[in-house]
């Protein structure tokens, strides 16, 4: 029996005791894995996903994590302001060993899913900072204004007041010394305080 697995954007025919080198994922030597994302089951009975066959799975023993054969990039620009520069990269994997193709339930095996590792330089997004979120949660919310109605109002800084949850007149003249401190994305200037109170007022 043998299946076709997709993983790193990758296909592989495998069947139990091949050994393979995959894109990194994210498993320690010795650890037992499954890849969930099996496009077709072969054997006396083929059967074909739609795009993946569901219930199934292969079971994989990670042997090691490795490098790539180096790959040499080189770039030469020609004539008189002529230049050139080499780069080297090495691709990481991950070495593992085929142990068990499941036809159906591998959804309740209980092994850990085979997962990618995030790539170098890509983080989790950051958090929007408190200081700009408490301002935006304790802004009352009311209908949005016209804030470009200010002496003094853009629709740049007008933008960056709505994204500060500021959208009303009512909502700009409620804002206490701190609140005002605490936005960072626009200066909040004391006369659209005062213009603000006026206009919601009516």
């Known amino acids: 029996m043998f299946a076709v697995l997709k993983t790193g954007g990758k296909q592989y ?16 030597a010795g650890e037992t894995i499954q890849f969930n994302d099996v496009l077709m089951l072969g054997g006396d009975a083929p059967v074909v996903g739609a795009p993946f066959v569901a219930g199934a799975g292969v079971q994989a023993e990670v042997i090691e994590q490795i490098k790539g054969d180096k790959v040499i990039k ?15 990269h090495r691709q990481k994997l991950t070495l593992v060993k085929i142990t068990d193709i499941l036809a159906s339930g591998a959804d309740k095996s209980g092994v850990k899913v085979a997962t990618g590792s995030a790539p170098a330089g890509e983080a989790a997004p950051a958090a929007k900072p408190a200081k700009k979120a ?12 016209d804030l470009t109605a200010l002496t003094g109002v853009g629709p740049a800084a007008a933008k960056k007041l709505n994204e500060a949850g500021i959208e009303s007149f009512a909502a700009l003249a409620a804002l206490s010394d701190e609140q005002i401190a605490a936005i960072e994305t626009v200066k909040v200037k004391p006369e659209w305080v005062e213009q603000a109170k006026e206009l919601a007022k009516g």
């Open 74 to 88: 080189f770039v030469k620009r020609r004539r008189k302001h002529s230049s050139k520069r080499t780069v080297g």
């Open 13 to 28: 025919k495998v069947q139990a005791g091949d050994i393979l080198r995959v894109e990194k994922l994210a498993a320690d």
């Open 134 to 145: 408490a301002a935006k949660a304790e802004a009352p919310a009311v209908a949005a204004d």
